[in-house]
């Protein structure tokens, strides 16, 4: 956390904040659904034919989990994130498919290494856990 003087009080700024908020997130997460949109081995793991409203929850969930705004839990409660992708084979295929575009969106932003890194292991820690199926 970075701490940072307002009006004589010392407040630490969170992460979100610190890389530059809903923008910095919602220019991730486009990057990364540009990739999925070609992609033959993740394309069919959305159920929407438009792509727009998974980006929308991918980028709620992001800017809630590194200290934005809450509007994600408020609108679709606790995120339950292996839960929901059980229906999908989520094989170690499709995690380097999705690390592949991730880390494709996470290079687009120019974000400082110390930045980029605490990112990075998230989402790879993210991706890991998301494997449900051999292969």
Known sequence: MVKEIRRGTLQEQTFY????????FRRLVHRFYQGVAEDPLLKPMYPEEDLGPAEERLALFLMQYWGGPTTYSENRGHPRLR?????????????????KHMRDAVDALGLSAEHEETLWNYLTYAAASMVNAAG
């Open 83 to 99: 839960m929901r992708h059980a229906p999908f084979v989520v094989d170690r295929a499709a995690h380097d498919a999705w690390l």
């Open 17 to 24: 904040e610190q890389v530059g908020g809903e923008e910095t």
